[in-house]
């Protein structure tokens, strides 16, 4: 008998950083000691807010989309699957493709390894590690009927927005009622840019905004609308006995 995966939760503002649930992660027997899931700092030096992240389990994952290797899967239950050893040829392109930065290529063994909300355990009627153990309920594992009920002062959402493209994902986060799907407003500033010096300057003044650039800082080359040498450097010739070197 098929046994229904149920749905996983975040809640931000419950993470205290404990890392109890990567500590966790490690002990799950298919990680071979390596955690899948991480707690991020939101501002380091500013606040001790920290963040669990975890596979949010796409339901048109990019990753699998971007795999020239076809080594990425989605069972029938929407749980996105670690590379297969076989097929994967560590080319990094769901590195690159994923927005959430999740899949990450294990050098050692040459494969991409993440989160695949413990399939073992899950598929077997069982929580997954990180849910059991975190104190502060900021990872759950339920169905969407039983946290509307358990946090009736939030709501669960798993819609996106990247810019311009929006992302459905099986992992829910917790946010306000008023909140409708969470967006990501950096790609903005790509699409609105002109050119990369317009990008960088938008970029700085985003960091200048949240503190972590001061006030006063060297403006940018061209940005003050002086011109930039990029004349290539000049080719030298090398010397006969360069070739014996």
């Keep these: 008998m098929t046994i229904e995966i149920q749905d996983m939760f975040i809640d931000f503002q419950r993470c205290i950083g404990c890392m109890a649930c990567v500590a966790a992660c490690a002990e799950c027997h298919t990680h071979r000691g ?23 389990h796409c339901k048109t994952p990019t990753c699998a989309m971007s795999c020239p290797a076809d080594a990425i899967k989605m069972d029938e239950q929407g749980i996105v699957h670690s590379s297969l050893k076989p097929r994967c040829i560590a080319c990094r392109n769901c590195e690159l493709t ?3 930065g999740v899949p990450i290529i294990k050098d050692d063994i040459q494969q991409m390894q993440k989160c695949d909300m413990c399939y073992d355990r899950t598929s ?13 309920g900021a990872i759950k594992y ?7 009920a358990l946090r009736p002062h939030s709501k669960p959402i798993n819609k996106w927005r990247f810019g311009k493209q929006s992302v459905e994902t099986r992992v829910y986060v917790m946010v306000p009622h008023d909140v409708e799907e969470m967006v990501v407003d950096w790609p903005d500033m790509l699409y609105g840019a002109q050119g990369p010096v317009d990008l ?16 006063e800082v060297p403006p940018l080359p061209g940005e003050t609308g002086d011109n930039i040498d990029l004349q290539p450097a000049p080719q030298t010739t090398p010397s006969p006995e360069a070739e014996f070197l």
Aim: aromatic share 4%.
């Design 142 to 148: 339920g169905t969407v009927e039983e946290m509307r």
């Design 98 to 100: 994923c927005p959430f």
């Design 124 to 136: 077997a009627g069982k929580r997954p590690m990180c849910a059991t153990v975190c104190p502060t």
């Design 34 to 56: 390596n955690p899948m899931i991480h707690v991020d700092e939101v501002e380091p030096g500013r606040t001790t807010q920290t963040v669990p992240m975890i596979c949010m």
């Design 200 to 215: 960088a300057v938008k970029l700085r003044d985003r960091f200048i905004e949240m503190g972590r650039l001061p006030d």
